[in-house]
């Protein structure tokens, strides 16, 4: 369980850290994936967009194990994640080596998922101590830091439900924080929150993004966002990435006729 | 364990005639508790409250405490105010009047389900009472309650047995009587258990379909 | 009505009673637990199974499987129960199966997302659960568990059938030594009554207590029923798990 606890941040050195290899998804005769390949590297801040039902929030949980790959690997930092590799061959991987692997993963959800049980405290201190085995104390004194970081540091005794919806994805972000992952998922945090919430949450995350070297996977209809703390820019339509590059360039001059459609319509 | 097929033979026949009377009581028993638990939920809904207070503190009442004691208050002590019945009847009436408290929540729950507009509407054409109620509540009502009110009936088949200890020669009582006389005790009780899981499990998967269908 | 009766039969009955009921809630509840979790396994073998147990002891007549531990146990398999023993095995048995219904209904109606976090935090199987949804699932269990209490309070008067000394079976003794059948009935119906009164009121302390601790307002039942709550269990599950995908889509 001591793996985690050294705090050294992970290497930025441009490694690969996650990489989609033929990787197809279908629910029932749909293919939301396609043979789809594409990688980011460490440290990277990598922006998805696309229509909605193009795969976007499908290669989120398939990072998460919420679901599994029809065909085709993924790896995280080396490992692969849904599969084991024995003596040279592939097999499909057991519940303890996914955990392992994806404890470099963290996830900010759309609808914020706090546990309604527990105070703002404890659901960002429950994890560390009972998955990473980190001391009570130890947990309580990051996740009063990470609070304050998200600007919260008041509601430490709140139940999830005596906040608001800005409120609660801060703290979901802080609890994902508090688990020090190498990789943070961003499932369009701010579409379930009313207008006058969303720039409290994307000022915390863009303060994230500017002053960590965390890699980040978004997906977001916030385009604005997307263009200032992105490194990279995927465009996808149809499970298939039809168009990438840097913020500027997709937002400013892109290639694709579907990408200028997309465009011209959320922006 | 030593099985006797040949005592489960010879029981069989016995088996079969309890088995007659044990759905005699639950028909029966049914019938009463879906009336009677109707007649209590249209009380629930009777504008004053000298009839809605007493009815709901009764139905109250019997609906916690045990059915078996009710029974034997049946038995007992109604025969003391020259009040006679057969033990099946007593039996009948019992089963009834204790399931009429459960069916009367069912009918509420039904009858609530029913939006207001449809009072509001019969109140506007100008319909009586008791026409509203045959004609626009009750139809609407009882057809989402069906499947909770089979639950129910199950339910009176699997605690009709309890009449075996008036002395109404269920089911269980043939075991019982084979049991004193023979003692065979193996064969009969196990088969009228068999018995009463063969007749239960289809009904209530019956029950679970019906309520798919009509979308609960 | 003599001082006799009260000491000598119908207390000692009470107290029987109250421990039959103790003893069966408990097994029941451990029943409940276990097989309503393990229906929701990954692998198939357990659900089949632990759903053959749940459809036998639901479609078994608790009376009849009674008189079974008691007549055919012993004879089948050279073990005698003590009556009072094959009474709690018997209750615990039937409504332990009645119990896994709600546990299952309780932690299938936790919301999905809360499961999908508690992966995100890589919290092992049993810790999900543990943590997680059991936490949230238990308060919606008290209400429906609750209606089953008073069942198992009802359905311990079976006991009496093989002799042991309950209440209805102090009622019979004391039937027939004075032959006066309305008073000692009626005594114990308004016995079992408030037996049934006060189970409600501490179910309802429990409920409150526990929706306290997951920062929820208790529900005020607002029809005001004396005692007990309106809907059979099973109607009861369905219905709270409304108000959880109503409500709590957190």
Known sequence: MATETDHTNPAVDGSELIRFDQVTKRFGSNTVLDNLDFSVSSGKHVTLIGPSGSGKTTILRLLMTLLKPDEGTIKVDGDYLTHE?????????????????????????????????????????????HVLGLSKDEAETRARELLDLVGLGDKCDAYP???????????????ALAMR????????????????????????????AHTTDITMLCVTHEMNFARDISDDVLMFDAGRVIESGPPEKIFTEPEHERTREFLSAVL | ????????????PELGN???????????????AFALGLVWAMAFRSPTRFVRWPVAAVVEFIRNTP??????????????????FSALT???????????????????????????????????????????WTAVILPQAIRRVVPALGNYVIAMLKDSPMLALIGVVDMLQKARAEGASSFQYIEPYTMVGIAFILIAYPASLLMRALERRLGH | MTAGLWENWLLPGVWITIQLTLYSAVFAAVVAFGIGMARTSRLWIVRFLTGFYVEVFRGTSALVLMFWLFFVMPLAFQYQLVPMWAAVLALGLTYGAYGSEIVRGAIAAVAPAQREAAIALSFTPAQRMRRVILPQAI???????????????????????????????????????????????????????????????????????AKAGIGQAPVKSGKGPLVTRKLSSRQETEQSSNIITAGGAQ
């Not at chain 1, 040279?88 to 049980?117: D, S, W």
């Not at chain 1, 992952?181 to 994230?208: F, H, N, W, Y």
């Not at chain 2, 009834?96 to 459960?102: N, R, V």
């Not at chain 3, 016995?191 to 179910?203: D, E």
């Open chain 1, 85 to 129: 590799d024995k003596g040279g061959k592939l097999v499909p991987a057991g519940e303890k080596h996914t955990r392992e692997v994806r404890k470099k993963i963290g996830m900010v959800f759309q609808q914020f998922n706090l546990f309604p049980n527990m105070r703002v405290l404890r659901n960002i201190t429950e994890a560390p101590v």
């Open chain 1, 161 to 175: 439900t005596q906040l608001s919806g800005g409120q609660q994805q801060r703290v979901a972000i802080a609890r």
């Open chain 1, 181 to 208: 992952p190498q990789v943070m998922l961003l499932d369009e945090v701010t579409s379930a929150l009313d207008p006058e919430l969303v720039a409290g949450v994307l000022d915390v995350l863009r303060d994230i």
């Open chain 2, 1 to 12: 364990m030593s099985w006797n097929w040949d005592v489960a033979k010879d029981f069989l």
């Open chain 2, 18 to 32: 309890g088995l007659l009377i044990t759905l005699e009581a639950t028909a029966l028993g049914s019938v009463l």
């Open chain 2, 67 to 84: 059915l078996l004691v009710q029974l034997f208050f049946f038995y007992y002590v109604l025969p003391t105010w020259d009040i006679k």
């Open chain 2, 90 to 132: 007593t039996g009948v009436i019992a089963l009834g009047l204790h399931y009429s408290t459960y069916t009367a929540e069912v009918y509420r729950a039904g009858i609530d389900g029913v939006p207001k507009g449809q009072w509001e509407a019969a109140t506007a054409l100008s319909l009586s009472r008791g026409r509203t």
């Open chain 3, 139 to 209: 308060p919606e269990m008290i209400p429906p568990f609750n209606n089953l209490l008073i069942e198992l309070l009802k359905a311990t008067a079976l006991v009496s059938a093989v002799s042991v000394a309950d209440i209805t079976f102090a009622a019979q003794l004391s039937r027939l030594a004075t032959g006066d059948s309305l008073e000692i009935y009626a005594i114990i119906l308004v016995l079992y009554f408030v037996l049934a009164f006060v189970l409600t009121r501490l179910m309802r302390l429990l409920e409150r207590r």
